[in-house]
């Protein structure tokens, strides 16, 4: 398990009891409780400035809730942010209808309920990727949406942003089987409700994982 990601996720549990538990008084306001954690893959680190386009499914995937098919008002706000900050850094965006071939692919993720699930280091990839019509063949784990590895318990009002670099690594297990390595992931937690403040407060801090990851950043841009 990779020691940075495990430390990083151990404090985001952790300064969300102190932000809980260090007040006498309690938070002020709901937007006290938020917490904003991001992480990278040294080796990845530097190839931020090489990539010049990204593909993103546009869907959110809702971890624990199989029942959300359509982008709610909430999840389009975190998809919008989320490509905006992106083609912000410099990165071109890819629409899945294209042929062509992007060298990022940025996953969306909410948690719906308190879950303790399974984390992984690779994003499963889509069968076809980069051919004509992407599509959401092979999402991994039924309802689930991306494999994952790793124990860890995320709380309900989570939200996860995950970069993956699009290039397949056959596994030594299985040479028929393929992964993409995961660059760079930001999370952010309390949000429990579809409300307008809500949105508000995940563009927010959506942005925020962007400002504090600087070394994302495409050489076109410049």
Same mark, same amino acid.
């Given at each position: ?123 499963? !990839? &889509? +069968? *076809? %990727? =980069? #051919? $004509? @019509? /992407? !599509? &959401? +063949? *092979? %999402? =991994? #784990? $039924? @309802? /689930? !949406? &991306? +494999?994952?590895? =790793? ?72």
């Amino acid at each position: 398990m990779n020691k940075l990601r495990s430390k990083a996720f151990g404090m985001l549990v952790f300064f969300s009891i102190m932000l809980i538990g260090c007040s006498k008084q309690g938070p002020e306001y709901v937007s006290d409780y938020d917490v904003v954690i991001t992480n990278y893959d040294p080796e990845k680190k530097e190839l931020f400035s090489e990539k010049k386009t990204f593909g993103m499914p546009w869907k959110v995937v809702h971890v624990g809730d199989t029942t959300i098919t359509e982008p709610t008002e909430f999840d389009i706000k975190v998809l919008e942010t989320t490509r905006a900050e992106m083609e912000a850094k410099g990165y071109t965006f890819i629409e899945e209808t294209s042929n062509d071939h992007p060298d990022m692919v940025v996953l969306c993720y909410s948690v719906t309920t308190t879950s303790v699930y399974t984390w992984w280091d690779w994003w499963g !990839g &889509y +069968p *076809g %990727w =980069g #051919y $004509p @019509g /992407w !599509g &959401y +063949p *092979g %999402w =991994g #784990y $039924p @309802g /689930w !949406g &991306y +494999p994952v590895r =790793g124990v860890y318990a995320y709380q309900k009002g989570t939200v996860l942003v995950e970069i993956a670099e699009n290039i397949p690594v056959h596994l030594p297990s299985d040479e028929k089987e393929v992964q993409y390595p995961i660059m760079w992931e930001g999370v952010t937690n309390g949000y429990t409700t579809n409300t307008a403040n809500e949105i508000m407060r995940v563009e927010k801090n959506i942005k925020q994982m962007f400002t504090q990851s600087p070394y994302i950043q495409s050489n076109d841009s410049n």
